[in-house]
């Protein structure tokens, strides 16, 4: 008789074969996840960049458009910063031209009122943005495109930057650096720093975006007042009569030609002396 012998997996094979697998499949889910993790991190980390140099371009290009005009009562900058010792966050409040229309619709300058604040969004169901946690600093920029210092601040207000740690703004009178600028002032600076930076995650060293702003042909037409009874510069120079050149070879103090041109014949007879 026979024997047929079944060439079949054992129970304990079975086992240790799906032991196997299953441990292999844990390692490759864990591999995706870790992957898929870290572009996430790189993709949130190219959009924090890119949100905060497109803050910082925006803020310089609005800057180096800073309305001016030879009546300081006409034009307008303030600000703190920071690490300012004023309440409140860090702002900054100008007037700025531009050709682009706020609201299509609607009649406009081409003078905008522009502030950067940096503030925190609240949490809603309808935000769009998933990196928008409640309580994160934001930078504001508000358009108002109708500015008018007898009325209240309007215009609208829109989140440019997300996750913003530092709004440090510095400001130089052509003396010294300080971090306010207030309407008493009633010139412009000559130099505006700005920095804007995000806080520091883990161990990736904080992105930091940093430029600056001149204002020379303001600062050089901006002088002090003369003093009462001080005549200025300008005006003494144009007081002062203008001497006539001197004609070249002539010697310093030289007669020049008389009145009537010395033409021969009409210079005065002399009367012969009688004996």
Do not use: C
Not at 57 to 71: G, V
Not at 82 to 99: E, I
Not at 185 to 191: D, R
């Amino acid at each position: 008789m026979t024997r047929i012998r079944n060439n079949g997996f054992t129970l304990a094979e079975v086992l240790v074969a799906s032991t196997i697998s299953g441990f292999i499949a844990l390692v490759a889910v864990g591999a995706l996840k870790a992957v898929a993790d870290g572009a996430q991190i790189v993709n949130r980390a190219s959009e924090t960049t890119s949100e905060v140099r497109f803050a910082a371009r925006m803020l310089a290009h609005d800057l180096a458009n800073l309305y001016r005009d030879p009546n300081p009562e006409n034009m307008k900058l303030i600000g703190a910063s920071q690490d300012a010792d004023a309440a409140g966050p860090a702002f900054l409040t100008f007037y700025t031209t531009g050709r682009a229309k706020a609201r299509a619709d609607q009649p406009e300058g081409d003078v905008y009122e522009v502030e950067y604040v940096l503030g925190t969004r609240e949490k809603s169901e309808t935000t769009a943005e998933p990196e928008a946690e409640a309580g994160s600093l934001v930078l504001f920029r508000r358009l108002w495109p109708n500015p008018d210092k007898e009325r209240s601040p309007g215009g609208i207000l829109a989140p440019i930057a997300e996750n913003i740690g530092v709004f440090q703004i510095q400001f130089f009178d052509g003396k010294q650096w300080g971090s306010e600028w207030s309407e008493e002032m009633k010139t412009l600076p000559k130099l505006i720093e700005v920095t804007l930076a995000t806080p520091p995650r883990g161990r990736g060293e904080p992105l930091i975006e940093t430029f600056i702003v001149s204002f020379p042909r303001l600062a050089a037409g901006t002088e002090a007042p003369a003093q009462e009874g001080e005549t200025p510069p300008a005006e003494q120079e144009q007081a002062q009569p203008e001497q006539p050149e001197q004609p070249a070879g002539e010697p310093a103090g030289a007669q020049g030609p008389p009145p009537d041109g010395g033409r021969p014949g009409n210079s005065p007879r002399q009367q012969p002396t009688r004996r």
